[in-house]
T-cell receptor
C-alpha cells in the first residue's frame, strides 16, 4: 500500500517569513495530493490540493508543488501570520474522483513566532 | 455547508466494554471514513465505506468493526475496548461518484479506555 512520509514534524517560523513542509510518497500510481490544516482543538480542513497532471498550484499565500519523478510534494506558505499556526497533514491517493482512500502523513506542527 | 457530526466529544469506557461511535453527515455523501489520530502518527484509516451496507478495511482495522445501514450514518464499533484504543477518533465523508475528493471531517470523539 501507499506510504507517505512528512518532514519536519515541528517547524517554528518568524511571522512574515516563509514555511515549507515536505512529503514523499511510495505508490507511483497515486495521483491526488491534498493538504489539510488542523487548528488546535478543531477538525482537519482541506486548504489546497494538487493532481498529478499539474506541477504547481497557488491560492493566495499558499502553494503546493509536485515532482512526480521524485515522488515528492511540498506545501509553501509565504508571509506567514499567527493564524497559520496549526498542524498540517499531507496525503496521497489513487483518486478516481472520490472513490479512493487517502493515506496521510504524520503531520507538521507549525508555530508562527510573533 | 457540509456538516459532519459525531455522537460524543468525550467518552470514557472500561476495558472489555463494547463501544459505539456514531457519525452522521447531512450532504448525501457516498463515502464515509473512520480514522484514529494519535500524536506523531497522524491520521490512520480504520475502515471506510463507499455505499450503504458496504465496508472496506483500512490500515488498522484490528479490534474494530463498522456498520452502515443508512447512507448518512456510519458507526464504528469497538467489540471489546482495550487501553491501547484510547485515542481521538475522527469521522469524515466525501461526495464520491464522480464528485470531488475533499473529505469533510467531524469534530472528533476523544475516547479514553480505563
Amino acid at each position: 500500500g501507499e506510504n507517505v512520509e512528512q518532514h519536519p514534524s515541528t517547524l517554528s517560523v518568524q511571522e512574515g517569513d516563509s514555511a515549507v513542509i515536505k512529503c514523499t510518497y511510495s505508490d507511483s500510481a497515486s495521483n491526488y495530493f491534498p493538504w489539510y490544516k488542523q487548528e488546535l482543538g478543531k477538525r482537519p480542513q482541506l486548504i489546497i490540493d494538487i493532481r498529478s497532471n499539474v506541477g504547481e498550484k497557488k491560492d493566495q499565500r499558499i502553494a503546493v508543488t509536485l515532482n512526480k519523478t521524485a515522488k515528492h510534494f511540498s506545501l509553501h506558505i509565504t508571509e506567514t501570520q499567527p493564524e497559520d499556526s496549526a498542524v498540517y497533514f499531507c496525503a496521497a491517493s489513487r483518486s478516481n474522483f472520490g472513490n479512493e482512500k487517502l493515506t496521510f502523513g504524520t503531520g507538521t506542527r507549525l508555530t508562527i513566532i510573533p | 455547508d457540509v456538516k459532519v457530526t459525531q455522537s460524543s466529544r468525550y467518552l470514557v469506557k472500561r476495558t472489555g466494554e463494547k463501544v459505539f461511535l456514531e457519525c452522521v453527515q447531512d450532504m448525501d455523501h457516498e463515502n464515509m471514513f473512520w480514522y484514529r489520530q494519535d500524536p506523531g502518527l497522524g491520521l490512520r484509516l480504520i475502515y471506510f465505506s463507499y455505499d450503504v451496507k458496504m465496508k472496506e478495511k483500512g490500515d488498522i482495522p484490528e479490534g474494530y468493526s463498522v456498520s452502515r445501514e443508512k447512507k448518512e450514518r456510519f458507526s464504528l464499533i469497538l467489540e471489546s475496548a482495550s487501553t491501547n484504543q484510547t485515542s481521538m477518533y475522527l469521522c469524515a465523508s466525501s461526495s464520491g461518484g464522480g464528485g470531488t475528493d475533499t473529505q469533510y471531517f467531524g469534530p472528533g470523539t476523544r475516547l479514553t479506555v480505563l
